[in-house]
């Protein structure tokens, strides 16, 4: 299980804090300081069964610059702008197996450890 983490967010803090508290074994990935490559993204966004803008947090400054939000939705592009700024990605997202959550509330965290 991996958990891709961002320690400034209350969101992620809280998944990971829900992970700790179930006793299980994972890796955390801070996700700003290491990011997925487009491949990775590519997977996990497929685990997830979502579409990257669906996973896009299209308030932060970044995505005002590249204006996501009029951006055509074309799934390769996504990704590779996600890849290339990855505060774009919504977190937490965790990956069990070859399934994963975007886990913001507690019911995305229990259905990510019931899979693991």
Not at 69 to 86: F, N, V
Request: a negative charge; charged letters at 35%.
């Amino acid at each position: 299980m991996e958990i891709w983490h961002n320690p400034r967010c209350s969101k992620s803090r809280a998944a990971k804090a829900a992970l700790d508290e179930a006793g299980v074994t994972y890796t955390e990935r801070r996700y700003l300081d290491d990011p997925p490559t487009a491949a990775e993204l590519e997977e996990v966004l497929t685990a997830i069964g979502a579409e990257p803008w669906e996973v896009a947090r299209l308030n932060e400054p970044v995505a005002k610059e590249l204006g996501l939000k009029d951006l055509e939705r074309d799934r390769r592009r996504w990704i590779e702008l996600m890849a290339e700024h990855p505060v774009l990605i919504q977190r937490p997202i965790i990956v069990t197996g070859g399934r994963a959550v975007v886990a913001r509330d507690d019911d995305a965290v229990r259905s990510a450890l019931d899979s693991s």
